[in-house]
């Protein structure tokens, strides 16, 4: 088994499944920054909206699923992560599709919602590696990758065509179960900070 559609709980954010009810918080979630106007981003602009929901709902299938991301705090919703390109057999899958509301950037949100995706491919489901996938430009998705603890494979060059037609090279980084142990005692140290 992997991943399935239950909420994921943590102390700052609850991670619920993605659906078709999240569409409107998350437009108003995304205005706060326009990070979709960001060149080097895969974030929707708010008039996209309803359509990116609906492409990551239809995507899910088993290992592969998205979640909107809801402050507890406030019940507000800030953003999206997902599970994406599982490939069960080799107990491996990607996390990625990560976009915030600037409001909690650089808070403990990210943190948390790492930690609880990364705590439940690795001691639920016995992942083997869990693989992080940004653009070369992206330097802020890279540095928060980094802070997670990730290590850098390597860059897919030309790996992509990006939004604007542009080549886009890809910066690969991983989780491996046998970091795991010290990687979730250092995001607990983060949380117990932030």
């Known amino acids: 088994m992997w991943p399935t559609d239950k ?31 960001l060149w080097y981003a895969n974030v929707p602009n708010p008039d996209d909206m309803e359509r990116y929901v609906n492409t990551a709902i239809s995507q899910a299938s088993e290992g592969n699923l998205a ?22 057999a080799n107990r491996r899958a990607m996390l990625g599709y990560t976009w915030y509301s600037d409001k909690v950037r650089r808070t403990a949100v990210n943190t948390e919602c790492k930690f609880l995706l990364l ?7 016995d992942a083997i ?13 890279r540095s928060a990758i980094e802070r997670l603890g990730a290590k850098l494979d390597g860059v897919l060059r030309n790996h992509q065509i990006g939004k604007n037609g ?17 990687v979730k005692q250092h995001l607990l140290s983060k949380l117990d900070r932030e």
Not at 119 to 125: A, G, R, S
Not at 129 to 141: D, G, I, L, M, Q
Not at 168 to 173: E, G, I, L, P
């Open 166 to 182: 542009e080549l886009r090279d890809t910066v690969v980084y991983s989780i491996i179960a046998s970091e795991w142990p010290t």
């Open 67 to 88: 979640y909107a991301v809801r402050l507890n705090s406030s019940n507000e919703i800030v953003g999206t992560t997902r599970y994406y390109n599982a490939d069960i």
């Open 119 to 125: 705590q439940q491919l690795f001691e639920d489901f």
């Open 7 to 37: 909420p994921l709980i943590g102390q700052h954010v609850t991670l619920e499944p993605l659906s078709t009810t999240h569409i409107n918080a998350l437009q108003q979630a995304v205005k706060d920054g326009e990070a979709w106007k």
């Open 129 to 141: 590696a869990v693989e992080f996938r940004t653009h070369f430009f992206n330097h802020a998705s």
